[in-house]
């Protein structure tokens, strides 16, 4: 049976694809005819350390091309001359915006879908849609909501290549040792009936009795959009489509700095967080067992087992878990509601395959053969959408799949056996790069951990596609840095914020404000 599946999920992802080799075998043709045998593309990606195949899957993409294209007696060639990864994505997204003008940045950019308002806005982005029109057999393949944020007044710059939960971590053996029951958790939290008061009372009780060093560690760095969740916990927006605004809610800003604020004082998180290194500091302290909650994200799962986190206290080295001790050690629910008569919440935020508006300015004869480039830039990441490449992607980062085909192939434990043992049809090079990952990762719980939080994208937001929302968020971390060293209040952090906003004349003018800073609401019975 599971055989069966197999094969018609192969066959429908040739249906699916037949228009794009098509195109591909034109495109090929075109080239040839006017002396181009070599097109060279460079991409540039970001994210965790186990999400490589953001950048790797242009190199197999490419590879399939030139397949097709040997297949058909055209004598072209497309190298990736440059696969450049980095972890920090708003660096990416700077370096990108400063250097597109030049012609020096990356042909493809894999990155946050809400860098597609900001660099469509200023023209740096390969507009998609007459691509898509073209071919709306690949269209159909995602599903509408991705696509939908891919979208900037109307126009499609970007093709879905992941998207993901951020489920709220307990570990299960300090959960243990304070008497946190987590039968049934979920549910509790599902039905808004475990809220941040409950989350608080619990790291109080976890650090006050010596179970663990902190009561929750969270994410540095900027604060979209891991913490924006508390805006959204506690019933607010962050866009308002009615007049095309991000909204600052006072109300809600307040209520998320007064945890962070109330937390750090109490010593429940530490008043530096927003500087830790994500590597040496953030995952140890919590792969170790020195933090009761954690609010994380879906790929945080297998980056535990990829990557040395975990000191072994039976040998003193590092090491990274195994899927087992994953499974033992964490549980996962949706980010609790801010307050009782809220509701919990997730929020997603798919990366992108983005192509430059100037992709391939360093080939031949660029100026003529510019739309070309540009076709071909576009069947680039049509191919890096193969469900089967999606699929590993997913498996060995824990990403969510954007696509039901790649959702099927997971499901199949057949083709997670082949890719286990690398008996798959991939460039030997990528092959390669990702051996060790897929040793780690590629297993039944992984697949089954997947299969179980695809549920919170019932519950999920996206963070709003707007050309001023990176610097709203930019604000946001500013502001939570100073809450959590104690060196403003939540009260003043906000007087502080709008500050900011006012004297920037376009942020200003794309953020309303609403609502007050509540007078009678008290966090933690303070």
């Known amino acids: 049976m599971r055989r069966w599946l197999l094969v018609a999920l192969l066959g429908v992802t040739l249906l699916l694809f037949a228009g794009i080799e098509d195109s591909i075998v034109q495109v090929g043709r075109t080239l040839e005819k006017n002396g181009v045998n070599e097109v060279r593309y460079a991409v540039w990606g970001t994210g965790d350390p186990n999400s490589v195949l953001r950048v790797l899957g242009i190199v197999e993409a490419a590879r399939r091309i030139n397949e097709i294209w040997a297949k058909n007696g055209i004598n072209v060639k497309v190298t990736i001359r440059e696969t450049r990864y980095e972890l920090d994505f708003t660096q990416m997204y700077q370096e990108f915006l400063s250097k597109q003008p030049l012609g020096t940045a990356g042909d493809f950019l894999v990155n946050s879908y809400v860098y597609i308002a900001p660099l469509a806005e200023e023209g740096y982005l390969l507009d998609l849609t007459s691509y898509l029109e073209k071919h709306k057999e690949l269209l159909n393949n995602f599903f509408a909501s991705h696509i939908e944020v891919a979208k900037y007044k109307g126009r499609i710059y970007g ?24 039968q049934g958790l979920d549910e509790k939290v599902l039905k808004g009936e475990f809220t941040w008061f409950d989350v608080y009372e619990w790291a109080k009780k976890a650090v006050q ?8 560690i969270h994410r540095r760095g900027s604060a979209h959009p891991d913490l924006m969740q508390f805006i959204l916990a506690f019933g607010s927006k962050l866009y308002d489509p009615a007049d095309g605004k991000l909204v600052f809610d006072k109300e809600a800003i307040y209520k998320w700095l007064t945890i962070e604020w109330t937390f750090a004082r109490e010593k429940l998180l530490p008043s530096d967080m927003m500087a830790w290194d ?4 953030v995952h140890p302290a919590i792969v170790d067992g020195k933090t009761l909650f954690d609010i994380g994200g879906t790929w945080y799962w297998t980056e535990w087992q990829t990557k040395d986190y975990y000191t072994d206290p039976k040998t003193g080295q590092m090491r990274g878990l195994k899927p087992e001790e994953v499974e033992q050690w964490f549980y996962y629910t949706l980010f609790p509601a801010g307050e009782p008569g809220k509701k919990p919440v997730t929020l997603s935020q798919p990366f992108m395959w983005m192509v430059s508006s100037k992709a391939g300015a360093q080939n031949p004869k660029y100026s003529a053969l510019k739309s070309v480039y540009d076709e071909l830039a576009f069947l680039i990441v049509a191919k890096a959408s193969d469900p089967d490449i999606n699929a590993i992607h ?10 039901k085909p790649s959702a099927e192939l997971l499901a199949s434990k057949e083709w997670l ?3 286990y043992n690398l008996q798959i049809d991939l460039d030997p090079g990528v092959k390669e790069k990702i051996a060790g990952i897929v040793k780690a990762t590629v297993n039944p719980i992984n697949a089954a951990f997947l299969s179980k939080v695809s549920y919170m994208l019932e519950y999920t937001n996206f963070p709003p596609v707007h050309p001023m929302y990176a610097k ?4 946001f971390a500013e502001v939570v840095d100073y809450v959590l060293r104690g060196q403003m209040d939540p009260a003043k952090a906000i007087d502080y914020a709008i500050g900011k906003i006012n004297a920037d004349l376009d942020l200003k003018a794309g953020v309303k404000i609403i609502n007050d800073i509540p007078k009678d609401w008290r966090f933690g019975g303070k």
């Open 417 to 419: 056996d082949k890719l």
């Open 394 to 403: 997913s498996i060995i980062s824990a990403h969510l799949p954007v696509g």
């Open 278 to 281: 994500w590597a040496k500091q």
């Open 209 to 216: 009795t010596g179970a663990s060093e902190w009561g929750l």
């Open 472 to 475: 709203l968020s930019a604000i």
């Open 159 to 182: 093709l879905p290549q992941d998207t993901e939960a951020r489920p709220f971590y307990i570990r299960k053996d300090i959960a243990a040792k304070v008497g946190l029951d987590l």
